[in-house]
């Protein structure tokens, strides 16, 4: 009896690997197309020749994964792949590059998006399955490039199963850095994949690869991905726009509820989080809300971990209205108080740092460079330099410009101009417009 269950046991499971293997040759052909490799850092990028970031080139390339966006000529990436680096570039799958820049990043969510070169190959997007949500149990597939064959930066693939939806991570040491909400899966994924796609059986894009757990005890351990649902999406979206991502704020600072003080307002421990802080003048604040109160409920959603507590918050729309049920030491039954959502302070990063095009060395207007440079307004990007053998000098452009139009749409950000300019076919006349109200036609001599 026991050699048939064996039999069963292991007839069924090389069933199932079977039609693993099978989904994942079709999930790779559909999938390996929508995933870049992500080069970062060095003087110069020029044709990416991506190494192992253990093989020390002394030009401080590291290697990533990316995701490109249905949104013409942008691709989504983890931050930490790419923090602080000024020069990207993006490898596809059939061997061809392109440079890229880094438009925004938001630290909170780990996230940043690249702009690609204009006069790129054509960007083939992944689909996003946004109809039906995750289940715990459901196979998905990992794609990403692996940094151990960066020699030959071309996506793998591994397969697994969602372990668990709505996990929490956080740095060694500092838990207030940490990421929640994520998607728990048991596929393999090894540096240089962060960044990289997380998809289901029909090669639909669920999540952006993003960390991995492999204690030394055990051979596999398990991989964490940002959900690519509709909310981040409309975060993504925001960010393609030149706008800070709409995340919501509720102006304080909460801890877990401990057991000696959940025994004093008679309440179980874990079954609400503590406010430790209330900004004078933030939403809870003016909402009643106070120092000491126990937050227990957040609309039709309970809380009791810190974590959810700052999913919530974090996916509330700023500005909407929500209602938040507390235990006050002093009163006998809950209190319900209505909070409108404030947005969160600007943690997401408008690339701002120095741009060459066509010609003009161009920088966003921080604090530094406005008074370094004389320059009052606030919205725009400043010419730094100019090339006097270039097409931007030819057209009159010069140093101390600011652009606030290119081909008549605002300029708000530097991060904005990489957006409209990338979008430009390098043959294209361009028109900018300078806070002096002179006209000029991008390339040639002429004004307006």
């Not at 048939?4 to 079977?18: D, E, I, M, Q």
């Not at 039609?19 to 990416?48: E, H, I, N, Y």
């Not at 290697?63 to 792949?81: C, K, M, Q, R, W």
């Not at 946004?130 to 990403?144: N, S």
Request: net charge negative; hydrophobic share 45%; glycine share 10%.
């Amino acid at each position: 009896m026991r050699i048939l269950k064996r039999v069963l046991v292991a007839a069924l499971a090389a069933v199932f690997s079977a039609t693993a293997f099978a989904d994942a040759v079709a999930v790779f052909k559909a999938a390996r197309t929508g995933v870049v490799t992500v080069v970062a850092g060095g003087d110069s990028v020029g044709f990416p020749a991506p190494v192992m970031p253990y093989d020390d080139p002394g030009d401080g390339m590291v290697l990533g994964s990316g995701i490109i966006l249905p949104y013409e000529g942008f691709v989504l990436t983890a931050n930490h792949a790419v923090a602080d680096s000024r020069n990207i570039a993006v490898v596809f799958s059939d061997m061809s590059h392109a440079d890229a820049w880094l438009v925004a990043s938001e630290p909170l969510l780990d996230i940043a998006l690249l702009s690609v070169a204009a006069d790129a190959r054509e960007l083939a997007p992944l689909p996003w399955r946004l109809d039906t949500p995750l289940e715990v149990g459901e196979p998905v597939y990992a794609v990403g490039t692996p940094s151990a064959f960066s020699r030959d930066p071309t996506p793998s693939i591994s397969a697994g199963i969602v372990s668990s939806l709505d996990r929490y991570i956080a740095p060694a040491g500092d838990r207030s850095a940490g990421i929640s909400g994520l998607i728990e899966s048991d596929c393999l994924i090894t540096p240089g994949e962060s960044g990289g796609a997380l998809v289901d059986r029909e090669g639909r894009l669920v999540g952006m690869c993003l960390a991995a757990h492999r204690p030394q005890d055990y051979a596999r351990g398990r991989a964490y991905a940002i959900p690519t649902d509709a909310w981040l999406m409309g975060v993504i979206e925001a960010l393609v726009r030149g706008e800070q991502a709409p995340l919501g704020d509720f102006g304080v600072q909460v801890t877990s509820l401990s057991e000696v003080r959940a025994r004093s307002l008679s309440m179980s421990p874990g079954s609400g989080v503590e406010i430790a802080w209330v900004a004078a003048e933030g939403p809870f604040a003016d909402a009643g809300i106070l120092r000491g109160d126990v937050v227990v409920r957040i609309n039709d959603q309970d809380v009791r971990q810190v974590t959810r507590f700052r999913q919530i918050e974090m996916r509330t729309e700023p500005g909407s209205r929500v209602v938040v049920r507390v235990v006050r030491p002093s009163a006998d039954e809950p209190i319900d108080f209505e909070v409108v959502t404030g947005t969160r302070p600007v943690r997401a990063r408008q690339a701002d740092w120095e741009f060459v095009w066509r010609g003009m060395r161009l920088a966003g207007l921080t604090e530094h460079v406005r008074k370094s440079l004389g320059i009052h307004a606030h919205n725009g990007v400043v010419v730094m330099d100019v090339d006097p053998a270039g097409p931007a000098y030819r057209a009159g452009l010069r140093t101390g410009d600011v652009i606030v139009e290119i081909n008549n749409i605002e300029v708000r950000s530097l991060g904005g101009f990489r957006t409209i300019a990338t979008m430009v076919p390098a043959a294209n006349v361009v028109m900018i417009r300078t806070t002096s109200g002179i006209g000029h036609v991008q390339g040639e001599t002429r004004r307006r």
